[in-house]
């Protein structure tokens, strides 16, 4: 079974006015222009003026650059750091590379940091939909990748917004073996999707599984990290239900201490997922099991999702899509619209009182 984009694709949900159902079954075509994108960007910096790189974005935005620095860890011979606030690093200069991210092109917080990289002398990319931060990139005559404004929110362009940031890198020649990985990217979510849409969803049923309780997602130091981020954050946003995530092994040096009291509580309000990969280091998957075992007696379920896929990347977004669907099946549980986020909005009503 095959389908040419989300578009074809029947939604489930009660209600669904933005059509995430539809988009989200969408991301292999997303990831396919956008790997597009970034080969036909011009005007690029030479990478061998390059000593440092550094991403801005907030939110569905930012995650763009959590996955780049995590790909670029061991890969990359420069540094990628992420900033997610209004202040750049006072180390960005003329050597410095800044890859500026926002859906809606008018982040404060990224308009704040882009504005501090052109100021400093450091060559800036954007990313971006049409908004203020493309006019003034524009207007610095900086390379710019265009959002598509078909995409209705930010955290529903996650192959739009970061696939271009590892395409453009590899063509700089700061993370090579990137088009390889993608070409395995787009295979594998086309496999993941016809399943995740079918009627034995594994989605359907790990959120079936969550119900009403507070998923807290484990996953390992590296992409796997950023996809417990990421499914923290879907569930917030599409399903507006609390989650937690946390890494191995860091959370075994701190949280699994916090499991010694309140297991009466914690059992009726926690269902522990934990996110595993091939490419966990050995003694990763033995803490994996471990935590495993202590949590089983403090939380309601313990649930594995497994990545499917021949790549490092191909398997972190095949977690993404798993959990972008767990999210709209937890929406639909309790008859939430997944796509609009009426208090983000009052905030930023608030922020510009």
């Not at 860890?73 to 180390?91: D, F």
């Not at 908004?131 to 209705?152: K, Q, Y």
């Not at 939430?336 to 930023?348: A, Q, S």
Request: charged letters at 20%; hydrophobic letters at 45%.
């Amino acid at each position: 079974m095959s389908h040419p984009g989300g578009e074809g694709v029947a939604s489930p949900l009660g209600v669904d006015s933005l059509s995430m159902w539809q988009v989200t079954a969408g991301l292999p075509e997303q990831v396919a222009e956008a790997i597009e994108a970034g080969r036909s960007v011009a005007s690029l910096p030479d990478g061998d003026a390059i000593d440092a790189v550094v991403v801005l974005g907030m939110g569905g935005s930012g995650i763009a650059g959590d996955v780049l620095s995590a790909a670029a860890a061991g890969a990359s011979r420069v540094p990628v750091s992420v900033v997610k606030s209004y202040e750049l690093p006072t180390w960005v200069g003329p050597r410095s590379l800044v890859m500026a991210v926002s859906c809606s092109g008018n982040t404060e917080e990224t308009l704040s940091t882009t504005t501090a990289a052109w100021a400093a002398g450091a060559h800036v990319v954007v990313v971006a939909g049409e908004g203020e931060l493309a006019r003034l990139a524009a207007g610095h005559g900086s390379p710019i990748v265009t959002v598509p404004s078909s995409i209705p929110q930010p955290r529903a362009a996650i192959g739009a917004t970061a696939v271009p940031l590892l395409v453009m890198a590899e063509r700089m020649g700061l993370l090579p073996g990137v088009s390889e990985q993608l070409a395995q990217v787009v295979a594998q979510l086309k496999r993941r999707r016809d399943q995740l849409i079918g009627a034995d969803s594994p989605a359907a049923e790990i959120a079936r599984r969550i119900g009403r309780t507070i998923p807290l997602v484990h996953g390992a130091q590296g992409l796997t990290s950023v996809a417990a981020s990421r499914w923290k954050t879907q569930v917030n946003e599409n399903a507006k239900s609390p989650a937690m995530w946390a890494a191995e092994p860091e959370l075994c040096h701190n949280e699994i201490a916090g499991w010694a009291q309140f297991g009466d509580v914690t059992r009726q309000i926690i269902t522990a997922v934990a996110l595993r990969s091939s490419d966990e280091h050995p003694q990763v998957a033995r803490r994996f099991e471990w935590v495993a075992e202590v949590e089983r007696e403090v939380v309601s379920d313990v649930i594995e999702v497994w990545a499917e896929g021949r790549t490092t990347l191909a398997r972190f977004f095949d977690l993404v899509l798993v959990g972008d669907f767990v999210s709209l099946h937890l929406a639909d549980r309790d008859g939430v619209d997944p796509g609009p986020v009426p208090i983000l909005g009052e905030l930023k009503d608030y922020l510009r009182t």
